[in-house]
């Protein structure tokens, strides 16, 4: 009985000091990044930012001019129409329908324009931002870092943004 209990006792030992160093593995590090909240709250975001805003009021300056002038020729051939001979009026309805179509042509490709400037300039800071993501990732030994938009459920102590958005401020800067 007594040698039973040795032989027990040995391999619950044995098993304690096996099953140790599994015990006191690392926990895996996981890291979340809420890009949306990188790009309002950076520096360089912010910059990109205030780019497309400036070149979208450029563009609302140049259709509100047209449009005024759209306005005041409807306005001037509504006021003249009687004492213009037919031919006149003919004209100068064809020039209001040019200019309303110039109008709509210039007010596509404006949108086109603007968003093909978002999604380019959107797009490398995404690739600067995830790029940091990974060499941080990588030094500091995340197991994981995913996008915000990718999870469903996270605790707030896995958020790293806030730090990233350090980071990429610090390092943007030094790039400047």
């Known amino acids: 009985m007594k040698q039973r209990k040795r032989v027990v006792f040995g391999l619950m030992a044995v098993l304690m000091l096996w099953a140790m160093p599994l015990a006191a593995a690392d926990v895996a590090k996981i890291g979340i990044i809420d890009f949306q909240r990188v790009l309002t709250e950076s520096t360089a975001g912010q910059t990109v930012q205030a780019r497309i805003q400036e070149k979208g009021r450029e563009m609302e300056k140049r259709l509100v001019t047209l449009g005024q002038e759209i306005e005041a020729l409807s306005e001037q051939i509504s006021r003249d129409a009687m004492v213009m001979s037919k031919e006149k009026r003919e004209e100068k309805q064809r020039d209001l329908e040019i200019k309303k179509y110039d109008f709509q042509s210039m007010q596509k490709k404006f949108q086109m324009e603007l968003r093909e400037m ?30 915000k938009s990718a999870a469903v459920y996270y605790p707030a102590a896995i958020d790293m943004t806030d730090s990233l958005i350090e980071k990429y401020n610090a390092t943007a800067g030094a790039a400047d």
């Open 118 to 147: 978002e999604n380019g300039e959107v797009k490398k800071l995404q690739d600067d931002i995830f790029g940091l993501a990974e060499t941080i990732g990588k030094k500091e030994g995340y197991l994981l870092i995913l996008e």
